[in-house]
């Protein structure tokens, strides 16, 4: 079983919805989790990191779900330039050697 | 603001060639990673390293190996290109050793291997 997984898509959404992703990890000790953007033929690039609080960054949430190892983004009033794929990472194994998944495709249309 | 450089943006090679793909960061971090990433494969580890001279092995070690001789430059070398080479390889660096914390990547290296 891979580490880390999530859906791949694609998400299609219109302007203006709200749309939110999973990551689901498989290693009970990671504490720290990211979310990454990677546009088309572009590095990736650190969108939040993931609190056990949760967090918020204006349209943008992250959580955390340890009970079920998962983490979470939800993106409200999605814009044309939130078309991207967003990767979560998180250590693997007992290491910190970051993991990623394999990403979730999100196309905005008007 | 971080900076995570490969040396270059696109790349053609020929099968069996020797192939060094650098990158260098100035932030004075200590570990530094190449990842692979291919469609439907998502980003693969490579190799890291944590300090000077350290080296480890990722997922994907095979067919390649790194050289570390000054901190902020990571080296990654195909010692025989094959076509299964073809591929981005990204560089990423982050701080502090031996811990989570966030990557700094550079813009990538495509290569294509013929």
């Known amino acids: 079983r891979k580490e880390v997984e999530q859906d791949p898509g694609p998400f299609n959404v219109p302007e203006g919805a709200t749309v939110a992703f999973n990551c689901t990890y498989s290693?009970?000790?990671?504490?720290?989790f990211f979310w990454y953007r990677q546009d088309c033929r572009k590095e990736p690039k650190l969108l939040m990191s993931?609190?056990?609080s949760g967090n918020e960054d204006g349209r943008f949430t992250a959580q955390l779900n340890r009970a079920s190892q998962y983490i979470s983004l939800l993106i409200r009033d999605s814009k044309l330039s939130d078309s991207a794929t967003y990767l979560c990472?998180?250590?693997?194994?007992?290491?910190?050697?970051?993991?990623f998944g394999r990403g979730t495709s999100l196309i905005v249309h008007p | 603001d971080v900076k995570v450089t490969q040396s270059s943006r696109y790349l053609v090679k020929r099968t069996g060639e020797k192939v060094f793909l650098e990158c260098v960061q100035d932030?004075?971090?200590?570990?530094m990673f190449w990842y692979r990433q291919d469609p439907g494969l998502g980003l693969r580890l490579i190799y890291f390293?944590?300090?000077?001279?350290?080296?480890e092995k990722g997922d994907i070690p095979e067919g390649y190996s790194v050289s570390r001789e000054k901190k902020e430059r990571f080296s990654l070398i195909l010692e025989s290109a094959s076509t299964n080479q073809t591929s981005m390889y990204l560089c990423?660096?982050?701080?502090?050793?031996?811990?989570?914390?966030?990557?700094?990547f550079g813009n990538g290296t495509r290569l294509t291997v013929t």
């Open positions: 990472v998180t250590p693997s194994g007992g290491s910190y050697i970051p993991t």
């Open positions: 993931v609190y056990s």
């Open positions: 290693n009970s000790a990671s504490q720290s």
């Open positions: 390293s944590y300090d000077v001279k350290m080296k």
């Open positions: 932030m004075d971090h200590e570990n």
């Open positions: 990423a660096s982050s701080q502090p050793p031996r811990g989570p914390s966030p990557l700094h």
